[in-house]
């Protein structure tokens, strides 16, 4: 442990500002993207899974128009 | 001679390979990623100049080589799109695009935040830095080329062309601190293969790069399997999986 304190650890030598606003904006930034990434993937499997449910509906619409 | 590789050029099979192996790098990347980080700012020694505010640089190094590989890899990828017509490398490109531009990102302001209490200021126009900004820019032109067309094979050549042009900006970076009188130092980790680093900071600078490695893999096959299934919607094993998947 190269700090005597959990104090000395925020104040990073008199460098605590630097060390931690770089740290903390690279953690969010990171956290943006994969949880961008997570709501982009559901959201395209939803986009084509209801581009795929309304086909069938047109389809079988489509089918009773023919038999009418 | 490369026949053994044809089945992986397969839409569908990368999509569930990649599905399986993405818990292999997410918990490599959980192993790596804090222990390297946890080990750099409580247990490595601090610089005997720079003091604590070194530890920046268990962030910067990595994500500044991580910012360049993947453009290498896009551009990569831009080459076989142009020129095998892959559109799984389209697709490559496009998953990998704004993880590079977030590891470009991270490099530049890490390094602000390094800077300013070592050089005195959060920015200067020096070779590296501004050539590092460059690759920023064409991240994001990369991008947005993928995203400018209603048709993705247009997107995905034109960023493809655009990704190979730009790849003449690596060699820039990487020797800008020789070629030019630079304020952005020199080499630290390698000197012919024998690092100049002592072992204690060696240590955890390779677990944080590890980690960050895993953390580019992790994040680079979410948005991958996405581009698959966008890519190919209207096949048959994306309409299985999308309708099993009831969420």
Same mark, same amino acid.
């Given at each position: ?30 956290? +943006? ?14 986009? +084509?899974?209801?581009? +795929? ?14 038999? +009418? | 001679?490369?026949?053994?590789l044809h089945?992986y050029a397969n839409a569908e099979f990368t999509y569930?390979f990649c ?5 292999? *790098? ?21 610089? /005997? ?8 640089? /268990? ?11 993947? /453009?290498? @890899?896009?551009?990569?990828a831009?080459?076989c799109s142009?020129?095998w017509q892959l559109k799984l490398a389209d697709a490559f490109g496009a998953a990998? =695009? ?28 020096? @070779? ?8 920023? *820019?064409? /991240? ?7 995203? =400018? ?7 995905g050549?034109? @960023? ?28 630290? &980790? ?18 944080? *790069? ?14 991958y399997?996405?581009e698959l299934?966008?890519r190919n ?8 999986? &999308? ?5």
């Amino acid at each position: 442990m190269q700090f005597e304190s959990f104090s000395a650890f925020l104040a990073m030598g008199g460098y605590g500002f630097y060390v931690w606003w770089s740290f903390g904006l690279c953690f969010a930034l990171t956290g +943006i993207l994969y949880w961008d990434s997570k709501v982009r993937h559901r959201k395209t499997v939803e986009a +084509i899974r209801s581009k +795929i449910l309304r086909e069938q509906k047109l389809k079988k619409v489509a089918q009773q128009q023919n038999q +009418i | 001679m490369w026949k053994w590789l044809h089945p992986y050029a397969n839409a569908e099979f990368t999509y569930q390979f990649c599905g399986k192996s993405l818990r292999w *790098f997410a918990l490599l990347t959980l192993l790596c990623l804090p222990a390297g980080l946890i080990w750099a700012l409580m247990f490595a020694p601090a610089d /005997y100049q720079q003091g604590d505010a070194f530890r920046i640089f /268990y962030i910067h190094v990595p994500s500044a080589s991580l910012s360049m590989g993947i /453009y290498a @890899a896009i551009a990569i990828a831009g080459l076989c799109s142009l020129v095998w017509q892959l559109k799984l490398a389209d697709a490559f490109g496009a998953a990998m =695009a704004p993880v590079g531009a977030l590891f470009t990102a991270m490099a530049l302001i890490t390094g602000a935040f390094w800077g300013k209490p070592m050089w005195g200021t959060w920015w200067v126009w020096d @070779a590296r830095l501004t050539s590092e900004l460059i690759l920023l *820019f064409l /991240y994001l032109g990369i991008m947005a080329l993928h995203s =400018a067309f209603e048709d993705k094979a247009q997107g995905g050549k034109a @960023a493809a062309i655009l990704s190979v042009v730009g790849v003449i900006n690596l060699p820039i970076i990487k020797f800008s601190v020789d070629w030019w009188n630079t304020l952005h130092q020199g080499s630290t &980790v390698t000197n012919m293969g024998k690092p100049n680093m002592s072992i204690d900071m060696l240590w955890p600078f390779l677990l944080s *790069f590890l980690g960050f490695f895993f953390l580019v893999a992790v994040l680079v096959i979410i948005r991958y399997r996405t581009e698959l299934l966008a890519r190919n919607s209207m096949r048959p094993w994306v309409r299985e999986i &999308v309708l099993n998947s009831q969420k």
